[in-house]
C-alpha cells in the first residue's frame, strides 16, 4: 500500500499510473501547455513532471478564461531539503507562467500528530524556518498566501467540518492504511489537506511529489457533493537519495540529503562519499567502457534540478559515457552548482526574514483571505 508516509526504497512509476489511475504527461498535453507558456520547464521536457490529473481540464479553463489556482504544501517535520524544493521551483513557474494565485499549507498539525516523537514547539520551529526557505523560491508576493494550520482554522472550521463529513473511516482506512492504533487526530487531518483545494470556486491545480496523490483522490470523490471542482493534480518524481537513483531523498535518512543548511565542506564530503557511481572500477576501465548516467546520482542530480541548460546536460552525458569525465569530474560539476546554489539560496533566506509577514497576513491575496470565512 502506498500512503503519503510510507514510501521508502524503490519507487516504480508506471506502477503509480496503473495504480492512481492517473494519466502520463504525454506529448499532446505537452504542446497544448507550450502554446501558453512558450517554451516547457526543463522538468517537464525531462519527463521528471510526469504524471497528472485533469490538467488538461485545468487548461480547458484557462482558455475559457475560468482560470484556475494553484496550490501546495509542506509538512515542518524539520529542516527542509533540496527534494523538498523541486516542486516548489515548479510552482513558481507555473505561478509567472499563468499570472495566478497560490496558496501554500503549512501542516504543522500532520507533522505534530504523525511523528511519535514531535513536540508541539518544534513544529512551530519548524514552521518558521521552512517557510523561509520557500519564501526564498521567490514567489510573487502579491498572489501568495502561506499559512500554517494551526493559525488559520479560525477561517475554515465551518468547511472543515463539512468535507470531515464526507469522508468515511473505511475510506480513510484504504488511502492512508490507519489502523486502530493511528490517533484520531491523524484521521482527521486529510480533511484538511483537502480543504485549500476549495479556497476559490474555481479549479485547483496542484503541484507536488507523486506521494501527496492520494489526498487528491479523496479530494475528487467529494469536491462535487460539495459545490467545488474536482482538483487537478500534477507530480513529479522523486529527487533521489545520494545512496542511488531508485530511492527517494528524505528527511528520515539525514546523511544521504542534502540539507538547505549544509555548509561547502560538508556538501563536498556527502556527494564525494556517498553519491553512488555510475562509473567504472577504475580509471583505465572507465576511460574505456565508460560510464553510466542512467544510475548515476550526481548525473541524475544535475538532469532533474543542477544543470537547465540541455546543451550543456548533453555534453556531460556524452562525456561521461564515453569516458572522457572521470566519476569524480562529475561530481565536482554537481557539487560545484549545489554551492552555488545554496549560497544564492541562504541570502535569500535571510532576506526573507523580513518579508515573512507579506506572504502569511499583507499580502493582497492574504489579506482577503484573513476576511473570508468558509
Ligand atoms: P512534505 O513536507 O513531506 O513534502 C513537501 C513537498 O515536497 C515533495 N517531496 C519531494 N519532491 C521531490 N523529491 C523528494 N525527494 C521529495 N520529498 C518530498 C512532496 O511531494 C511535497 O510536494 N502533507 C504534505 C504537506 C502538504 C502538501 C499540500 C504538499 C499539505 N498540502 C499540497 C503538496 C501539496 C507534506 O507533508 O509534504
Known sequence: MITPWNISGSVDYAKFIKEFGIKRIDNLLKERLMKHVRELHYMLIRNYFFSHRDFNVALSDYENKRGFFLYTGRGPSGPMHIGHLVPLVFTKWLQEKFGVNLYIEITDDEKFLIKQDM????????????????????????????????????????????????????????????????????????????????????????????????????????????????????????????????????SSFAETAIWFSDDEKNVRNKINKYAFSGGKANIEEHRKFGGNPDIDVSYQWLSIFFEPDDNKLKQIHNDYKSGKLLSGEL???????????????????????NIINEFMYNSELAKEMWKKQF
Open 331 to 353: 561530481k565536482q560539476i554537481l557539487i560545484e552548482k549545489i554551492n552555488k546554489f545554496l549560497s544564492v539560496h541562504k541570502e535569500k533566506r535571510e532576506k526573507a526574514k
Open 119 to 250: 513536540k508541539w514547539d518544534d513544529t512551530q520551529k519548524y514552521s518558521y524556518e521552512n517557510i523561509l526557505d520557500i519564501i526564498a523560491v521567490g514567489f510573487n508576493p502579491k498572489k501568495t498566501f502561506i499559512f500554517k494550520d494551526s493559525e488559520y482554522i479560525k477561517n475554515v472550521y465551518p468547511l472543515l467540518l463539512k468535507v470531515a463529513k464526507k469522508i468515511t473511516f473505511s475510506t480513510a482506512k484504504a488511502v492512508f492504511g490507519f489502523t486502530d492504533s493511528s490517533n484520531i487526530g491523524i484521521i482527521h487531518y486529510p480533511a484538511y489537506q483537502v480543504l485549500p483545494t476549495f479556497f476559490e470556486k474555481k479549479r485547483c491545480v496542484i503541484p507536488a511529489a507523486i506521494d501527496q496523490d492520494p489526498y487528491w483522490r479523496i479530494q475528487r470523490d467529494v469536491a462535487e457533493s460539495l459545490g467545488y471542482y474536482k482538483t487537478a493534480a500534477i507530480h513529479s518524481k522523486f529527487l533521489p537519495p545520494l545512496s542511488g537513483i531508485e530511492g527517494k531523498m528524505s
